[in-house]
């Protein structure tokens, strides 16, 4: 199976909070990132967030992190038609320039 | 500042031909990758690029597919006697700080 885990989609009401999740199998991570893709565009950096840390807020955006569970999560607060899109969770492992990418979390928001 | 370019944005060729994507990435990062993604799919790791190190060529499919970075920044990803199973998105992305990948648009390329 892959190191990164995610859900293939997520549903949510406009205006509600979205959650998108992510699992990671490996202890060693330095820092774990998440990107939004849009139809037809590249990847768009949305945050990423140190290991050491548990939370970080920028705007609608919340990221999460439990290292004991090797679980992250990015809450979008009062989703919009505009966050539509793929999310992709990533995990940089011993400073490693590679990352290591989830298989994206589709966002469909219903009117 | 300016992020990372690709150029063409869209190739359409016949199966059979050369093709060469290139991609200029920003301006001071020494790692430059190359990734693919096919409709509806994930991300696909081609190559990497660091510094002045030798590449690293593990995610190339084929002996067709090679990349090279002259001078530590622009760099170009030829495919050989293109199939028609190499259609997909070929995405550029390069480093920075905290190993975060900047993406750009990518090139779209279609044979036919």
């Known amino acids: 199976g892959e190191d990164v885990e995610q859900s293939l989609f997520l549903s949510v009401r406009e205006g509600d909070s979205s959650v998108i999740n992510c699992t990671y199998t490996?202890?060693?991570?330095?820092?774990l990132y998440w990107y939004k893709q849009e139809p037809g565009a590249g990847l768009q950096l949305l945050t990423y967030?140190?290991?050491n840390m548990d939370m970080k807020q920028d705007q609608r955006l919340t990221v999460l992190l439990n290292k004991k569970d090797k679980h992250l999560s990015l809450r979008i607060a009062d989703t919009q038609t505009g966050d539509s899109a793929i999310y992709f969770c990533a995990e940089n492992r011993n400073s490693n320039y590679q990352l290591i990418w989830g298989a994206g979390t589709k966002l469909i928001i219903k009117p | 500042g300016a992020g990372v370019s690709q150029s063409p944005s869209n190739k359409v060729t016949e199966k059979g031909k050369d093709v060469e994507l290139r991609c200029d990435p920003i301006?001071?990062?020494?790692?430059l990758y190359w990734y693919r993604q096919s409709l509806g799919q994930g991300l696909e790791f081609l190559i990497y690029?660091?510094?002045?190190?030798?590449?690293?060529k593990s995610g190339l499919p084929s002996d067709r597919f090679s990349a090279e970075r002259t001078g530590g920044s622009v760099s170009t990803l030829t495919i050989q006697r293109t199939q028609q199973e190499d259609s997909a998105v070929y995405l550029c992305a390069s480093s920075g700080l905290a190993y975060e990948q900047y993406f750009g648009p990518g090139t779209r390329l279609t044979v036919t």
């Open positions: 301006s001071g990062h020494t790692a």
């Open positions: 490996d202890s060693s991570s330095t820092y």
């Open positions: 690029f660091q510094g002045n190190s030798a590449p690293d």
């Open positions: 967030i140190f290991s």
